[in-house]
T-cell receptor, first 112, second 112 residues
Framework: SQQGEEDPQALSIQEGENATMNCSYK?????LQWYRQNSGRGLVHLIL?????REKHSGRLRVTLDTSKKSSSLLITASRAADTASYFC????????????FGTGTRLQVTL | NAGVTQTPKFQVLKTGQSMTLQCAQD?????MSWYRQDPGMGLRLIHY???????DQGEVPNGYNVSRSTTEDFPLRLLSAAPSQTSVYFC???????????FGSGTRLTVV
């Protein structure tokens, strides 16, 4: 399977702290995306980073991509209780004609 | 409202029954995909389409059929339901490869 893997599987932090999630993948990519899923809901697209980009920001989100290590990280700064959710990375692998492949996710719990 | 609409939201089937999960989007998106989500497995791609009349298999296509006769609709057919198909099914669409997917709210299917 080409599925990416997130690390850690679960993360518990207090409100105001930063949360970092990592994603590793196995083959060359066109782009990598991060999604959030609140319990029982559909996924929401957060950010997309292209294979020729190294860092991207969106509000309190910062994503990095290291294609030499085949890894990405998602940093959420100043976490809020509303950030409690599962976070998934997804990859568009080179030459797979739009087959977006998801990792297994990181469950983030932000407590007051 | 613009978005991806999935019906039904919940369904219980008996083993051997067939049914169609409906998916419609009104955003004129070319790319559409079906995923299933099982606990601890992340999202796995069942079938996908890069435009009307074009479909292809994903990671777990066995037991499922799709068709894409229009840009808007991408139904998923279960041919003969099995307990192993108990899952939450998500439909998603996007306009271009370098954009994120918009997800539907999911169909929770139980096969008894």
């Amino acid at each position: 399977s080409q599925q990416g893997e997130e690390d850690p599987q679960a993360l518990s932090i207090q409100e105001g702290e930063n949360a970092t999630m990592n994603c590793s993948y196995k083959t060359s990519i066109n782009n990598l995306q991060w999604y959030r899923q609140n319990s029982g809901r559909g996924l929401v697209h957060l950010i997309l980073i292209r294979s020729n980009e190294r860092e991207k920001h969106s509000g309190r989100l910062r994503v990095t991509l290291d294609t030499s290590k085949k890894s990405s990280s998602l940093l959420i700064t100043a976490s809020r209780a509303a950030d409690t959710a599962s976070y998934f990375c997804a990859t568009d692998f080179t030459g797979t004609a739009s087959k977006l492949t998801f990792g297994t996710g990181t469950r983030l719990q932000v407590t007051l | 409202n613009a978005g991806v609409t999935q019906t039904p939201k919940f369904q219980v089937l008996k083993t051997g029954q067939s049914m169609t999960l409906q998916c419609a989007q009104d955003m004129n998106h070319e790319y559409m995909s079906w995923y299933r989500q099982d606990p601890g497995m992340g999202l796995r791609l069942i079938h996908y389409s890069v435009g009307a009349g074009i479909t292809d298999q994903g990671e777990v296509p066995n037991g499922y059929n799709v068709s894409r006769s229009t840009t808007e609709d991408f139904p998923l057919r279960l041919l003969s339901a099995a307990p192993s198909q108990t899952s939450v099914y998500f439909c998603a669409s996007r306009r271009y490869i370098l954009t994120g997917y918009t997800f539907g709210s999911g169909t929770r299917l139980t096969v008894v």
